[in-house]
């Protein structure tokens, strides 16, 4: 159905277990009520992201994606539109529930930011990728604010952030063909696909020093480090010496698609240590 494939469900998923993450790492549960709100709350407004992201991107996708659902027509752009904006109205209200004024607070600006990307960041320098980077980190601190489990949910909102980071990046060199005809300014299009590889090299060297400063200050375990460093840092590692060697764009595609693997596999380790 367009309507449920225009959500992304499967990146709605990954939302809803990301507040859960935030709101359980390392913590007790002490109220299902306002961890549940919080976690439809951040899927509907993402999935209004998501929908109104699409809206907006109708005519660079009939170049770089013509089979999505509304460039191939299975919705119309109207129709997209008043669905975006219900599922925001809906997911604000949802926080509401939260009991928690941060979280209303959050919800209310995340929709606002993400309406703001869609319609005008995203094809800024750099703005749109700190922006989806924070929108993404953002969900784990939610679900922090939802438990009181603030301080252990912000290693992962930093980890989240700095890999997210990485891999908006990363999908503005698999996009540059489009975004050049549509005279965007994204990092891609400034500096070029070979320098986008180049850049990367940084968040992912914070990321691997970041498990170092876990590590030194006791808030990981030496398993969880080797585990982290083995598992997240060495292949994310991989990645970016894969499109450094040649920056085609099924390279930068293949790499977005394997971080996201990789990201899920950092939640789980963090959760298992």
């Known amino acids: 159905m367009p309507f449920i494939k225009i959500i992304r469900p499967f990146n709605c998923l990954f939302v809803i277990l990301s507040v859960f993450f935030g709101a359980f790492y390392q913590s007790s549960i002490s109220n299902y009520y306002p961890i ?27 170049i770089n994606r013509p089979n999505r659902i509304l460039p191939s027509g299975k919705i119309t752009p109207k129709a997209a539109y008043i ?13 509401y529930f939260t009991q928690n004024i941060y979280c209303v607070i959050i919800a209310v600006v995340n929709s606002i930011l993400l ?31 939802s438990n ?31 975004d050049i005809k549509w005279n965007a300014k994204t990092l891609a299009v400034k500096i070029g696909r070979k320098n986008i590889a180049i850049v990367s090299i940084f ?16 808030m990981i375990r030496l398993k969880v480090f080797i585990v982290l460093t083995v598992g997240v840092s060495l292949p994310l590692t991989i990645l970016i010496i894969y499109i450094l060697r040649k920056s085609e764009i ?10 996201k693997i990789n990201m899920l596999m950092l939640l789980i380790i963090l959760w298992v240590g």
């Open 36 to 62: 549940i709100f919080a976690a439809l709350s951040a899927a509907l407004i993402a999935a209004a992201g998501y929908v109104m992201n699409d809206f907006f991107d109708i005519p660079i996708d009939i």
């Open 83 to 95: 669905f975006s904006i219900l599922l925001f109205i809906l997911g604000i209200t949802s926080s």
């Open 115 to 145: 309406f703001s990307y869609a319609k005008t960041f995203k094809m800024s320098f750099l703005t749109g990728n700190i922006l989806v980077a924070y929108t993404t980190a953002s969900t784990f601190l939610f679900g922090g604010l």
């Open 148 to 178: 009181n489990n603030v301080k252990n949910s912000m290693i992962i909102v930093i980890f989240a952030f700095l890999y997210t980071f990485i891999r908006e990046i990363v999908k503005d060199g698999e996009d540059i063909e489009g």
């Open 203 to 218: 968040p992912t060297l914070a990321i691997i020093l970041y498990s170092v400063f876990l590590f030194v200050n006791n």
């Open 250 to 259: 099924y390279r930068f595609a293949n790499a977005s698609s394997l971080m």
